[in-house]
């Protein structure tokens, strides 16, 4: 199979910009999201393993300057080679099975520079979502979900950010897992604008994604790809390093939106250096401005 090689850089230029971005923010500049499924440190991934990738993927988080990443897949690990590779980030989070280190992190990084974490957090989807380590409902695995209330420094405006991966096999476990995301967005985030940012291991038109979605649900999200004025890239995120037919790859890493984020431009990010790709998953790019009355 060809593999294509979808450079991106016109993408976002306006965010990019020639030179980098400027060393200060401005006010009411657009915020840049990013959500991107980085595959664990898996050894029998041969020349795909993290110890060849994890440069280039810190690489493409600076060079596209996001100031929100939701991360997925992390191992303790990998969270401290991110560390060293992203000045300027601090980040949330605990590893999955433990509630310390053991396990799979859903690590949300925010720029320094630009956020101050008001208050943060993380529970399990599960049915005892404080407790650590429990698994829910039919999952095969331990599943948790990453949060924060982030101040703007220039603005002081305030935002609420969500991250987290689904179950793979689990089908009541999506369900119910979705069920408790948004419940805890609306507990946790009430009225702030909302990011939620993650690995939904469902395609958009599925049961879980409406679900998500669904407009007669007060609590609903917005897939940030079908409101963003500029849409860029190709309509897949999983791609198992090149491997899955162009056909037969599928979206199913979100970012969604709610309260008043206006979604100015969205990408994403297919690149490779030649066979060499970020991840078996494409990072998402989302630039969201605040709405001009938003407190």
């Given at each position: 199979?060809?593999?294509?090689?979808?450079?991106?850089?016109?993408?976002?230029?306006?965010?990019?910009?020639?030179?980098?971005?400027?060393?200060?923010?401005?006010?009411?500049?657009?915020?840049?999201?990013?959500?991107?499924?980085?595959?664990?440190?898996?050894?029998?991934?041969?020349?795909?393993?993290?110890?060849?990738?994890?440069?280039?993927?810190?690489?493409?988080?600076?060079?596209?300057?996001?100031?929100?990443?939701?991360?997925?897949?992390?191992?303790?690990?990998?969270?401290?080679?991110?560390?060293?590779?992203?000045?300027?980030?601090?980040?949330?989070?605990?590893?999955?099975?433990?509630?310390?280190?053991?396990?799979?992190?859903?690590?949300?990084?925010?720029?320094?520079?630009?956020?101050?974490?008001?208050?943060?957090?993380?529970?399990?989807?599960?049915?005892?979502p404080e407790v650590a380590g429990s698994k829910g409902w039919d999952g095969a695995c331990e599943r948790i979900a990453t949060w924060a209330r982030?101040?703007?420094?220039?603005?002081?405006?305030?935002?609420?950010?969500?991250?987290?991966?689904?179950?793979?096999?689990?089908?009541?476990?999506?369900?119910?897992?979705?069920?408790?995301?948004?419940?805890?967005?609306?507990?946790?985030?009430?009225?702030?604008?909302?990011?939620?940012?993650?690995?939904?291991?469902?395609?958009?038109?599925?049961?879980?994604?409406?679900?998500?979605?669904?407009?007669?649900?007060?609590?609903?999200?917005?897939?940030?790809?079908?409101?963003?004025?500029?849409?860029?890239?190709?309509?897949?995120?999983?791609?198992?390093?090149?491997?899955?037919?162009?056909?037969?790859r599928q979206r199913i890493d979100y970012v969604f939106v709610k309260n008043g984020l206006e979604v100015l431009k969205y990408g994403i990010l297919?690149?490779?250096?030649?066979?060499?790709?970020?991840?078996?998953?494409?990072?998402?790019?989302?630039?969201?401005?605040?709405?001009?009355?938003?407190?």
């Open positions: 199979m060809k593999k294509i090689c979808l450079l991106l850089l016109p993408l976002l230029a306006a965010a990019c910009g020639q030179g980098g971005r400027q060393a200060s923010v401005q006010a009411d500049e657009p915020v840049r999201v990013m959500t991107f499924n980085i595959r664990y440190d898996n050894p029998a991934d041969s020349l795909d393993n993290w110890a060849y990738r994890k440069d280039r993927a810190a690489k493409a988080i600076r060079f596209y300057d996001a100031d929100i990443v939701g991360t997925q897949e992390v191992l303790h690990n990998q969270l401290e080679d991110l560390r060293q590779r992203l000045p300027g980030y601090e980040v949330i989070g605990v590893g999955r099975e433990d509630g310390k280190e053991k396990g799979e992190y859903s690590a949300l990084w925010y720029r320094t520079d630009r956020f101050t974490a008001k208050e943060s957090g993380w529970f399990w989807l599960s049915e005892t982030l101040q703007d420094k220039q603005t002081g405006k305030e935002c609420f950010v969500l991250n987290t991966h689904l179950d793979h096999v689990g089908m009541e476990a999506r369900r119910e897992g979705v069920k408790l995301v948004l419940d805890k967005v609306q507990e946790l985030g009430g009225d702030l604008p909302v990011i939620v940012t993650g690995d939904f291991n469902a395609e958009p038109e599925s049961g879980v994604i409406k679900q998500v979605t669904d407009a007669a649900d007060p609590e609903h999200l917005t897939d940030a790809r079908t409101v963003a004025a500029l849409v860029y890239g190709p309509d897949w995120t999983f791609h198992d390093f090149g491997r899955v037919p162009m056909d037969q297919a690149e490779a250096e030649g066979d060499a790709w970020l991840s078996d998953h494409a990072p998402v790019l989302v630039n969201v401005k605040f709405a001009t009355d938003n407190p």
